[in-house]
């Protein structure tokens, strides 16, 4: 319950601010799937991506809450939360600041949280084709599911890709490594979305997980495949 009122509460103060609430843009989605037959699971999720231009600065936030049920025993229960904040120096290069944190009860690790900064390059500008890379340095935390606490410097890398096909369909494809001496972590999401009707729009997406050195007893890829509703926050 904590864990959901603190993503509740972040979102709620960025779109009930003041003085943000007339520039914010992003979405919100819901996402479910429920299968029945020779298996019965139910997973459901909840999104949240903000982002707030400035000039020569950018906001950008998201939350992603996600639970899974499998014959009446809870599968998954995932939060996730991070905030980026954004320079330009030229047309195309750019600093920024980035942290995020996670409780993930059936994952790898069961909560962390990263904290850094680096550079980033458009390689492609937007419209209809935009390519962000980002690369830098910063601290992480991370706790397995025996209490057992990992601190370290670590490198990481992004990559945040976007593609109108058209008026109405967009494909985007997001990516981060973090890599520090006791584990490699990376995250790849793909997601293709086709408006319905107004700021309304149906999305699939998949992400997958991935570990190098997973804590005994636990494996080291997670995926998580979503099919939902995306609401535009224009």
Do not use: C
Request: net charge negative; glycine share 10%; aromatic share 12%.
């Amino acid at each position: 319950m904590k864990r959901s009122f603190l993503l509740a509460l972040l979102s709620a103060t960025l779109l009930t601010s003041p003085a943000l609430a007339n520039n914010v843009t992003g979405e919100a989605s819901l996402t479910g799937s429920k299968t029945t037959g020779n298996t019965d699971t139910t997973d459901i999720g909840l999104g949240l991506k903000l982002a707030l231009d400035q000039d020569v600065w950018r906001h950008k936030f998201s939350a992603s809450v996600d639970f899974g049920e499998a014959a009446g025993v809870q599968t998954r229960e995932r939060y996730l939360a991070a905030y980026q904040i954004e320079r330009d120096v030229s047309d195309r290069l750019f600093v920024y600041g980035n942290g995020d944190v996670f409780f993930d009860d059936f994952g790898a690790f069961t909560e962390g949280y990263f904290v850094g900064g680096g550079l980033g390059y458009k390689a492609i500008l937007p419209d209809p084709i935009g390519w962000n890379l980002t690369a830098g340095l910063g601290f992480r935390s991370q706790e397995d599911a025996l209490g057992i606490a990992e601190e370290e410097l670590a490198f990481r890398a992004g990559s945040d890709f976007d593609w109108a096909l058209n008026e109405n369909v967009s494909l985007y494809n997001d990516s981060e490594l973090v890599t520090a001496s006791s584990n490699t972590y990376i995250w790849n999401e793909i997601g293709l979305t086709a408006n319905l009707m107004g700021n309304l729009a149906a999305r699939a997406s998949f992400r997958v997980d991935y570990n190098s050195d997973a804590p005994v007893g636990s494996v080291s890829t997670d995926t998580i495949t979503r099919f939902g509703i995306v609401y535009t926050i224009e």
